[in-house]
């Protein structure tokens, strides 16, 4: 009775005590799955390793498109001016003569900045101005705010800046007319309005060594909302 | 004994092969994760380039909104879907949204007592291939939204509106502009159209729904007047007027200025050494009280000012005015080829006829028309208005350019509203009479000389009467011409405190 039973309470009691494997299926069970494994993790490593290069492009990229997008959006709003009324003749006023934007005014490579402009913001004092910084040793964008010390746009510890330029394209200019001619005689003081775009070029590689490789550039070209009309400095004559 | 052996080759059987098993269930495991991880890094880079796309769509179509706007304002009557309309009763968009006041300021049209819903304003949304608009005016209106799969931005247009304050402010309250003329225009743009009520992605008020892109463009408009400058006499003539009066007949150009704000002056001209004024060829009718020679006003300064041009190539943009142009840069504000091609401007083509002009103008309230070479008139043209029918028809003087050397009047003709002659080539503009009375109430302006003649046999009833009309003039100045933007005004941030 107690050998019959014998058997039948093992599996339960003494699960590890079966008959066990033999050694060479052990081997043999080991190889295939060593063999599996290194097949597995050539694979995955490879996988791994792509999908890293994937990931600094598409960071590479998005902080790139990120840094021109702040920047477009930034100087497309460069001479917004509060009071722009002022800037125009009205009937209402018919002896005031019409202010020239205190606003007005893209600066391009001034030694500095790459490009320097400003706008009039909520709670903020004249001259409010902004600019944008790059020096190749760096390789970081920096942003500036008024007279604080600028602040970096790019992640010097993702991306390296290699280039960074800000081209104004003049799509056309043209002049108003005025009813009285310059002290002069000409017509040449007339203010003019001018259509301005300006292309954002920025070029970068992941940090690292190796990675320069996988160097973007991102270009974006916006129009200048604000900053066409131009007084000599009068309005007219 | 069978079931003991049974039991133990079956155990046996179970176990052979385990290793391989947790290896593979292992390998599983660390190929999932790996699966997972490109995966979240995809679903993040899929979050990104949504919200990208999102913002940049609905930043879009709220700049679309502006460019709508700027159209439609500068359009002619529009149905309440926002489409060109000739039905009785449509107005245009500045009709519908806008009041002008006597003074220039610019207000938004009073609305029904507490309606304060923004679905009342204009609003679009794109459905794929154009824009499906609603323009209503009394009671809330949506688009026809768009079916289908796809994305579907949509904008609302608030004019001359302040800009409201989350979350209580009304859009509805009153603002008056810094300046005449100015108008602010804000625009909301949403990834999609709000179906409910309780969605306030284009009311320009908070944030738009959680998933949803919102942009807020707020500009300031500016009518720029189809008639900055009106003249101060009833006719004005750079060189001179000159009425044909053979010996021993009547005086045939009757001109009168009652307006005691213009001076009352009738007849304005320069005059150059050749071109004298005979003011015995006149019959003027002034401010009651002063004499009627008094009401010339020959030699004067400024027009002669404005006949000296500036000098042949000393112009760095483009050529010198002649002296035509500056009296029409006086007159209007703007160089003749600008003014041409402004967008509230309508051209009737050659051979146009006061039914063509009459039609334009009722098409096209507040707009001007170019007649591209001579005129000949066989019906009266602009409406006076009439306050006794109900309800009053409100005045609709015409803003006319004839950019041509002739003029003919038919029998009877009279025409309400600003006319400007360019003389065409030969600096001579000649406006042919008929052998009944004609009158221009309004005021007359030539860039040269202006000559009448007469295309039957002159009999005494045979006279032209210019009659200076002070509020049809300041009505052109004020609701006339085309909307621009103000130079300096956008913005894509919230200010409420900035007009």
Redesign the interface.
């Known amino acids: 009775m107690t050998q ?1 039973l ?3 309470m ?2 339960v009691m003494r699960p590890a005590c ?2 066990g ?1 033999s050694l060479v ?2 081997m043999v ?2 190889t ?2 060593l063999i ?2 290194a097949g ?1 993790t050539l694979l ?1 490593a490879s ?2 390793s792509e ?1 890293r290069r ?2 600094l492009e ?1 960071q590479v990229q ?1 902080d790139l ?1 990120a840094a021109a ?1 702040i920047i477009a ?1 930034e100087v ?2 460069g ?7 002022l ?2 003749w ?4 018919p002896t005031t003569q019409p202010s020239s ?1 205190p ?2 005014g893209l600066v391009l490579n001034n030694g500095i900045e790459k490009v320097a402009y400003r ?4 709670g903020t004092i004249f001259p409010y101005s902004f600019g944008y910084q790059w020096s190749a040793s760096t390789g970081v964008i920096r942003q500036r705010i008024n007279a604080a010390t600028p602040q970096d746009l790019t992640d010097r510890g993702a991306v390296v800046i290699t280039n960074f330029d800000v081209q104004p394209v003049v799509v056309g ?9 310059c002290a002069n ?4 003081c ?1 203010p ?2 001018t259509l301005t775009d300006v292309v954002i070029t920025i070029q970068g590689h992941p940090t690292g060594a190796g990675n320069q490789a996988l160097s973007r550039t991102v270009t974006s070209r916006v129009r200048l ?5 131009a007084f000599t400095p009068q309005a007219c004559p | ?1 069978k ?3 049974l ?2 080759t079956s ?2 059987h179970l ?3 385990a ?2 098993l947790i ?2 269930l292992l ?1 599983f495991l ?2 999932s994760l ?1 699966a997972a ?2 995966s979240r ?1 995809l679903v993040f ?1 899929q979050k ?1 380039s949504a919200n ?1 796309a999102r913002s940049t769509a609905a930043f879009e179509a709220a700049e679309a909104g502006v460019e709508w706007a700027l159209t439609q304002l500068n359009g002619g009557r529009v149905s309440d879907v926002c489409m060109e309309s000739t039905a009785v009763g449509a107005f245009s968009f500045q009709e519908r949204y806008l009041a002008i006041a006597a ?2 300021n610019i207000s938004q049209t009073l609305r029904a007592p507490g309606n304060l819903s923004p679905r009342v304003w204009p609003t679009c949304v794109f459905n794929g291939t154009s824009w499906n608009c609603a323009c209503p005016v009394a009671a809330a209106v949506d688009p026809i939204l768009p079916v289908g799969t796809g994305s579907f931005p949509a904008f609302r247009v608030w004019p001359a509106v302040k800009e409201p304050l989350a979350p209580t402010d009304s859009p509805w309250t009153v603002v008056l ?6 108008m602010s225009l804000t625009v909301a743009g949403c990834t999609r159209l709000p179906t409910a009520v309780t969605e306030t992605c284009l009311d320009y008020l908070s944030r738009g729904e959680i998933g949803e892109g919102l942009a807020g463009v707020r500009v ?1 408009l ?1 009518l720029r007047s189809g008639l ?2 009106p003249p101060a006499a009833a006719i004005t003539a750079r060189i001179n007027v000159e009425p044909f009066a053979p010996p021993g007949s009547d005086p045939k150009l009757y001109v009168v200025n009652t307006d005691a704000r213009s001076k009352g002056f009738t007849v304005n001209t320069a005059n150059p050494i050749g071109y004298p004024l005979d003011v015995s060829r006149f019959v003027a009718q002034t401010i009651p009280g002063t004499p009627a020679e008094f009401s010339f006003a020959p030699n004067d300064d400024k027009l002669r ?2 006949s ?4 042949s190539g ?5 050529p ?2 002649t002296a035509g142009e ?1 009296l029409f ?2 007159t209007f ?3 003749r080829p ?1 003014y041409f091609e402004q967008p509230g401007l309508r051209r009737c083509p050659p051979g146009c006829t006061a039914a063509a002009i009459n039609t334009l103008l009722a098409d096209n309230p507040n707009r001007i028309i170019w007649v591209q070479g001579d005129l000949t008139l066989d019906a009266d043209i602009g409406n006076p208005g009439d306050p006794s029918t109900v309800p009053p028809t409100p005045p609709a003087p015409v803003l006319l350019i004839v950019d041509g050397g002739m003029l003919t009047m038919g029998a009877d003709v009279d025409i309400y509203g600003f006319v400007y002659l360019t003389g065409g080539a030969t600096d001579t503009a000649t406006i042919a009479l008929p052998d009944t009375p004609t009158s221009i109430t309004g005021a007359l302006v030539a860039e040269g000389r202006l000559v009448t003649t007469y295309t039957g046999v002159p009999a005494n009833a045979s006279k032209l009467t210019v009659t200076y009309d002070a509020a049809a003039l300041d009505l052109m ?1 004020t609701t006339y011409g085309s909307w621009v933007r ?10 409420p ?3």
């Open positions: 019959t014998r058997p039948v093992r599996p079966t008959r494997l299926e052990l069970g080991i295939i799955g599996v494994v597995a995955a996988q791994l999908n994937l990931l598409t998005q498109r997008d959006r497309r709003r001479g917004y001016n509060a009071t722009a009324h800037n125009i009205s009937p209402d006023e934007n606003y007005k706008y009039e913001r909520p200019t043209q002049q108003l007319a005025c009813p009285t001619l005689g000409t017509q040449n007339w003019t309005v909302r604000n900053d066409g009309l | 004994m079931r003991p052996v039991i133990t155990g046996a176990q052979r092969g290793a391989s290896v593979v390998l660390v190929l790996t991880y490109t890094n880079e990104t990208q003074n220039a502009p810094p300046r005449p003329g100015l300031r500016a900055a400058t000012k404005i000296v041009v500036a000098p000393s112009s760095t943009y483009g010198e005015l500056r840069v006086m504000g703007m160089k600008t100045r103000l130079p300096g005004s956008w913005r894509d941030f919230k200010d405190a900035a007009p």
